[in-house]
């Protein structure tokens, strides 16, 4: 080796940084944060079992009606039938997650171990990612100090890997997809580009046909979109009318379906008003009453198969209205107590795998964190915004019942908001600086 070529190359080595400042640098990534966070949920997933579902009810805890209907769809039989036995075409549930758990059947078998580990893997992925998009999210409005912070917490975080580790549900996509679009709609509000724009369209389309509960957030998006770049003097018309087609576009084969199926126009679901019903009675406490249901009770099964699905929502929503119309005062104690509990935990067990008590506790904790930090970060670009995805997410489950499952798709956003009030106890020179 010449002499040029050796010192060139011992200049190169003097050039790298020392192994542990590259690892200190690529743990600050969210491409770090998303691969640590995916294999600690795999490693919970092999390790707890969880995939291992419990035969009971002919395998129902695998999925509920999700399952059901997946079933349904990998066996031949359409989009059908969310109980135990063959009852003819539904829209129960919204189309999306079925789907895939349908695909996830076909080639792996129905209701099989295998399947478990691979739909909860897929679950885990998603909820990975949202490791980028709350980096993201962070980086648009409370700098990357605090998008580190937010990134590492959500991948550690045991109870963040719960819902995507243990249950075959749209959960952990519903909390990835919207902080994906909270993400789109404060960099269309930085720089309003035609791409994004498509992007935002389809996000809200796809998070639609997965979880339409989380609609209530798309006007607030928008309307704070449009008054953000009106104000700024900025063109927002037609990219708004883009996105617009294109979720409409999304969502009208399902809409076009249910019209042929049911003679009836259902956008994306029918079960409203059996989920108003299930948390409004004269017997109420504000909880689910699982005894109105047909998956718990064979009467009401009965009744749902002998007179068919629409007529059978019909009967429920009459009921849940009677009892509104007569006892307005109860609803209104009803709906208070739904609140509460949806922000400080349900005073009944789940299988939460933690006592009731500090459940709860945590439950509260981290609510009064998240609108603590809401108010600390009151001036920061993008506050109002996520205080809407707290404020306006929740409303629907006051007027239907609570569970701990429900409040998942906004705890990347109370995460961030929680994450600020830390932020603020730190020295001056440590804390998070504001931003436009």
Not at 262 to 271: A, C, S, T
Not at 324 to 346: D, K, Q, S, Y
Request: hydrophobic content about 50%; charged content about 15%; aromatic content about 16%.
């Amino acid at each position: 080796m010449s002499a040029t070529s050796a010192e060139n190359s011992s200049a190169r080595e003097q050039a790298l940084p020392p192994p542990r400042s590259r690892l200190r640098a690529w743990l600050a990534t969210p491409a770090a944060m998303v691969l640590i966070a995916l294999v600690l949920r795999v490693g919970y997933i092999a390790v707890g079992h969880t995939y291992r579902f419990s035969p009971r009810g002919d395998n129902f805890g695998f999925g509920w009606e999700t399952g059901r209907i997946a079933r349904s769809l990998a066996e031949g039989h359409g989009f059908s039938s969310p109980f135990v036995r063959d009852t003819g075409p539904t829209a129960w549930v919204a189309p999306a997650y079925p789907f895939v758990v349908a695909g996830v059947f076909k080639l792996f078998g129905v209701y099989t171990q295998m399947s478990g580990f691979v739909l909860l893997v897929l679950n885990s992925i998603f909820s990975a990612l949202t490791c980028w998009t709350m980096f993201r999210i962070c980086e648009e409005t409370v700098g990357e100090r605090m998008a580190r912070w937010a990134g590492w917490t959500w991948a550690l975080l045991p109870y963040s890997m719960y819902w995507a580790a243990r249950w075959v549900w749209e959960t952990s996509f519903s909390a990835f997809a919207l902080s994906l679009a909270l993400l789109l709609t404060l960099r269309l509000e930085r720089e309003p580009r035609m791409r994004t724009w498509i992007w935002f369209g389809a996000t809200w389309g796809v998070i639609a046909l997965a979880n339409p509960s989380c609609l209530t957030l798309l006007p607030c998006c928008g309307l704070w979109l449009a008054w953000r770049l009106n104000s700024a003097g900025r063109p927002w018309f037609t990219g708004a009318v883009v996105a617009a087609l294109i979720f409409f576009a999304l969502l009208t084969p399902w809409v076009v379906r249910n019209e042929r199926v049911f003679h009836r126009f259902i956008p994306v679901r029918d079960n409203f008003w059996m989920e108003f019903r299930l948390g409004n009675s004269v017997n109420a406490n504000g909880l689910w009453m699982s005894w109105f249901h047909p998956s718990t009770d064979l009467n009401e099964f009965d009744l749902y198969a002998r007179v068919g699905e629409l007529r059978y929502l019909e009967m429920q929503k009459q009921k849940a209205l009677d009892f509104v119309r007569a006892h307005p005062g109860r609803f209104a104690e009803l709906c208070v107590r739904r609140a509460i509990w949806f922000w400080a935990g349900t005073p009944r067990s789940t299988d939460v795998p933690l006592g009731l008590e500090m459940r709860n506790a945590l439950f509260a904790l981290t609510t009064v964190l998240a609108f603590w930090g809401l108010w600390l970060m009151r001036r920061q670009r993008g506050a109002w915004l996520l205080a809407m995805f707290l404020l306006v997410y929740p409303a629907i489950y006051y007027l239907t019942f609570p569970h701990p499952r429900y409040r998942h798709p906004i705890e990347p956003e109370m995460t961030i908001a929680g994450l600020c009030v830390l932020a603020a106890a730190l020295p001056e020179r440590k804390r998070i600086s504001e931003r436009p």
